[in-house]
């Protein structure tokens, strides 16, 4: 079983094309994306519109979150600033954005083991938590048992990695950040997502049947950046995405 999951695309077209040809090479079994899809970008419906036509389960992210209160007029569509992204959303995607669910989670049961991957943007307790590779170990168990999740996918921070926390009897139990498509944070400029194999030995003492796989996509960086700079959006926008940070 092949499982690509991917968030954070923050209406980056050009990124989130180049990801999806890269996804697509790769055929997965199944694809979940954590959430974020809107903000800081121009291209929010676009972004929408795919994930909808190829009907991707997907979470809603803080920034997803946004609309849910918001009022556009004449006057928010060509005032220059940070909400201007949210403004641009049309009417159904508002409402498809603000029907999304908290969390997914999926449970296998291989070789009679039940395994539980459990799918959330910030984490199970909030939707804009930072779970972070150095959060506090003790914590994050306290999270998982919490969550009954023996493998915990996030999104949010845009700073990916893996971990792996042994937790009593042989256990071990997994976090895993599954970076940003379209404004990565870890110095790296290319969009990041992350392929999940499980094979028939999966489970929570073996884990070798566990694969995680960190893919970077490269993308046009240069005409994503001054797409933004030709727009009301703040230049500082464009530039996170030249440095990565």
Known sequence: MKIALFSDVHANLPAFEAMLQDMDSQMPDAVYCLGDLVGYHIWPN?????????????????????VE????????????????AYHLISEDNREYLRTLPAHIRLEFKLNTEKLNLVFAHGSTRSIDEYI????????????LQEADADLLFVGHSHKPF???????????????NIGSVGKPKDGDTRGCYVMLTLDNNASVINNEGIKIEFRRVAYDVETSSRSIEDSLLPNEFAQALRIAK
């Open 69 to 84: 209160n918001l009022i556009t007029t004449a006057d928010s569509l060509n005032e220059q600033g940070k909400k201007y």
């Open 46 to 66: 676009e972004v929408i519109a795919e994930i909808r036509k190829r009907g991707i389960a997907t979470l809603k992210g803080n920034h997803d979150e946004k």
């Open 162 to 176: 893996h971990r792996v926390m042994q937790a009593g009897n042989g256990r071990f139990q997994h976090v895993i």
């Open 132 to 143: 972070l590779i150095d959060t506090d170990e003790t914590y994050i168990l306290d999270l």
